[in-house]
């Protein structure tokens, strides 16, 4: 059985930092979050090991849990306005993860080409333009406004309105992408889903990574943020900034900022060696707007490209 990921949704408009059961414009988060997703799901996890796609009753509501998902009805994650911090939905994680269990190999075609999978691709792309070559899989929420090149975008992931995501570029399973954000030619934006609870990739409104830049293991791309080509950032990543040389919190872009990998010397028994880190090389003013030329030049004086 096919899942039905093909019907048309309206649009709720759903900005990054704001829970998916919320109103548009909501800033009011209260302190336990309740998935939007049926309290069935949990139901299912807690018996995953004997379900097989012969389980009809589960499939439908497993399916119907994903297609919310594809829906931008629910999503994996977000940042809760109030505390500034991620709330992972446990359930969502959950119904992408069940869907392999009761969902059958298939096979499909696209023109020429042939693909073997249990998740099929998308089908639903109101007021997204997705250049041949573009691949986005079942699950992935895509908001209007949002222009894919030649890339990849996996189960799970969210990609905000106005977002660009460029040739090659990869956005991970459950990865969230905010609105207005350009990744850059070949940029890797790493996925998780398992355990549950883990914490995804988050890139919020108005950031820009360079090409080749890599973000994964939970890291956090806040707002406004511009990180230089072929930047690697991770959870443990170590955050300096250039002018002060304070350390700042590890595994995250500050808002606002121009950031680059950088190299600080470390010493262990065999020699000191350079380990990576982000540096900040400046302070934006919220709000300032991305221009590309500027952001080439202070880059280059320090022998980085955007």
């Known amino acids: 059985m096919r899942p039905k990921g093909g019907q048309t949704v309206p ?10 059961s919320g109103p ?14 049926p309290a069935t799901i949990d139901q299912l996890w807690e018996r995953r090991a004997e379900l097989t796609p012969d389980d009809t009753e589960a499939r439908d509501a497993i399916v ?23 709330v992972v939905d446990e359930r969502a994680k959950r119904s992408i993860l069940l869907s392999f269990k009761v969902l059958g190999m298939e096979e499909s075609k696209v023109g020429d080409f042939y693909h073997h999978d249990r998740i099929p691709l998308k089908t639903r792309f109101d007021g997204v333009r997705v250049v041949p ?7 992935a929420y895509l908001a209007p406004g949002v222009v894919l090149m030649p ?43 398992e355990p549950p609870q883990a914490a995804p990739v988050i890139v919020e409104d108005d950031a820009f990574l360079g090409s080749r830049s890599m973000v994964v293991e939970g890291a956090r791309v806040r ?29 995250e872009a500050p808002a606002w900022s121009v950031c680059v990998t950088a190299n ?30 500027a952001l080439n030049e202070l880059l280059r004086e320090h022998g980085v490209n955007a």
């Open 24 to 37: 548009v414009g909501s800033t009011a988060m209260t302190t336990s979050f309740t998935s939007p997703l």
């Open 223 to 251: 707002r406004g943020a511009k990180l230089g080509a072929g930047t690697l950032l991770t959870s443990s990543t170590r955050v300096f900034d250039a002018q002060t040389g304070e350390e700042l919190k590890r595994g």
């Open 133 to 139: 070559g573009a691949i986005a899989r079942w699950g």
């Open 64 to 86: 119907g849990a994903v297609d919310e998902l594809d829906a931008g009805k629910a999503r994996v994650a977000f940042v809760d306005p109030a505390t500034d911090e991620v």
């Open 151 to 193: 890339s990849f975008t996996n189960f799970g992931a969210y990609v905000g309105s106005g977002t660009m995501v460029d040739t090659w570029a990869t956005v991970g399973s459950c990865a969230q992408v905010g609105e207005n954000v350009h990744l850059s030619g070949g940029v890797g934006i790493g996925g998780v889903l």
């Open 11 to 20: 649009h709720r408009g759903l900005r990054f930092g704001r829970p998916p």
């Open 264 to 293: 600080r010397v470390k010493s262990f028994p065999g020699g000191d060696f350079g380990m990576p880190c982000l540096l900040v090389l400046k302070r934006l003013e919220e709000g300032q707007e991305h221009d590309k030329l």
